[in-house]
């Protein structure tokens, strides 16, 4: 038996597991991540899928974030993920040059520098049952049965779709569940907003991750008490709150798509091998919401 550093014997159980099961190859780990969030499944407008990677390169540690930035490549860089997830893609749009003088392009060159492979998962993963909007759901509090806000047509179960509406446990105060989903999101300096009479009782709920303007409708037309999104304009807000009906909810962006991370990771782990794979998994805890300061 090897001493380890500081001169105690290392463990057997360590050694034999660390020696014995090889790692799954960046291809391994996309068709497992892939049987979970069909890139299909995303919108027309979306660019999901490998963005820089090798497919044959072993993958040991996989890190999860939102966003593809300057600080979570740092992270990748410290901690030596051989893949980093994010939820929001890289190159959107269409480039000609991926040369390291613009910021997206130094993220690619610094990323195949250091061997870590880029994959996202954005509106497959929005859709997907579960997906992103069932872990915000969960964050700020709904139990039981979610039904999609905007179900997928292609979906005959009706199971997959963008956003979620489901019910809290009791009926509560909107200044409550205001602060049990400020409590149950992680912190930005930003915070959440707020709008409708914070008495009024809320039951039923829509929540959407990601920019939900384009959901007012839909939550209207689900009757819900309240509807938490993120990226609320002035005059859809506004108009929303003059027809009546439901009070809002904007959440920081980031803040909103984060508990999905998490869920990403545990049933990527579970999917490889049962969990029985040498691949290790970490959600980035970096705050890499847009707004940074709140005066
Ligand atoms: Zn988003």
Known sequence: ??????????????????????????????????ALY????????????LVCGDPGQPVRRVLFAVDPVAEVV??????????????????????????????????????????????TAHTNADTADPGVSDALAAAVGLTGDLAPLDPDPADPAGRRGIGRVGTLPAPMALRDFAAQAAAGLPATPAGIRVAGDPDRTVHRVAVSGGAGDSLLGAARAAGVDVFLTSDLRHHPASEFAEQGGAALIDVPHWAGEWPWLA?????????????????????????????????
Do not use: C
């Open 1 to 34: 038996m090897r001493a380890a550093p500081g001169g105690r014997p290392r463990p057997a159980t360590l050694r034999s597991v660390t020696t014995t099961v090889s790692p799954p190859t960046l291809n391994d780990v996309v068709a497992a991540f892939e």
């Open 38 to 49: 069909d890139p299909a499944w995303a919108a027309s407008w979306d660019a999901v899928g």
């Open 74 to 119: 740092d992270e990748a860089e410290e901690w030596g993920a051989d893949l980093v997830v994010t939820h929001h893609p890289l190159l959107l749009r269409g480039v000609t040059s991926v040369a390291a003088t613009t910021p997206k392009g130094r993220i690619v060159h610094r990323l195949i520098t250091a061997g870590t492979a880029l994959y």
């Open 263 to 295: 869920d990403g990771a545990d049933r990527l782990t579970r999917a490889l091998a049962g969990g029985r794979a040498n691949v290790e998994t970490r959600v980035s805890t970096a705050v890499t919401d847009a707004w940074t300061q709140r005066f």
